[in-house]
């Protein structure tokens, strides 16, 4: 009698786990996925880079140029994430800039990378504004803008090179 009732304890804590478990996993699939925006729906579709940059006055903008297909971008993701962590508290934002033609496969590696922090994916009027500003030849890319909305370092240092945070720092 003992063990039917063991057994059926186990069992319960099991199906309690499973189910815990997977509350917890869609409420980061959540947090994760709740500031993604595409630049390429209608109703985006008129912002510009300027208007992005504005939105983070006050605040240190590190910016990522990435794609879901590159693996170096996907490498340096970890690093990123390491990054946004230690700066969690202070007046930093980590922006998400793809080049991604394909928004299932953009959407999909935020989650399945676990990329917290602002997503954009730009049309071609944004990424033009880019290549303009920035001389985007090649991803990932990585830009420092200071709290007034001033580009510092349009080559800035990527997520894996601790001297990124020295360039943080300073801007603080």
């Known amino acids: 009698m003992k063990m039917k009732k063991i057994e059926k304890m186990k069992r319960l ?6 189910v815990f478990g997977a509350m917890i996993s869609q409420a980061q699939t959540s947090d994760i996925t709740a500031n993604i925006k595409d630049l390429n729906q209608e109703d985006l579709a008129a912002t510009n880079f300027d208007d992005i940059i504005e939105s983070y ?13 590159c693996r ?13 962590e230690e700066y969690k508290d202070k007046d930093v934002a980590f922006v998400y800039i793809s080049t ?6 953009w ?12 997503h954009y994916r730009v049309n071609k009027n944004v990424y033009t504004q ?4 920035f001389n985007v030849q090649y991803i990932p890319r990585y830009v420092l803008i200071d709290k007034d909305g001033n580009v510092v370092d349009a080559n800035a240092k990527r997520p894996s090179d601790s001297a990124i945070k020295n ?3 300073k801007l603080l």
Do not use: H
């Open 167 to 169: 360039d943080i720092d």
């Open 130 to 133: 880019m290549n303009e500003l």
């Open 13 to 18: 804590i099991i199906v309690f786990t499973l």
């Open 107 to 118: 959407k999909n590696a935020i989650t399945n990378l676990s990329i917290t922090g602002e």
């Open 57 to 69: 006055k006050g605040k240190v903008v590190y910016l990522d140029f990435w794609a879901s297909w």
């Open 72 to 84: 170096p971008c996907k490498g340096e993701m970890p690093y990123s994430l390491n990054l946004q």
């Open 100 to 105: 991604d033609r394909n928004a299932t496969a």
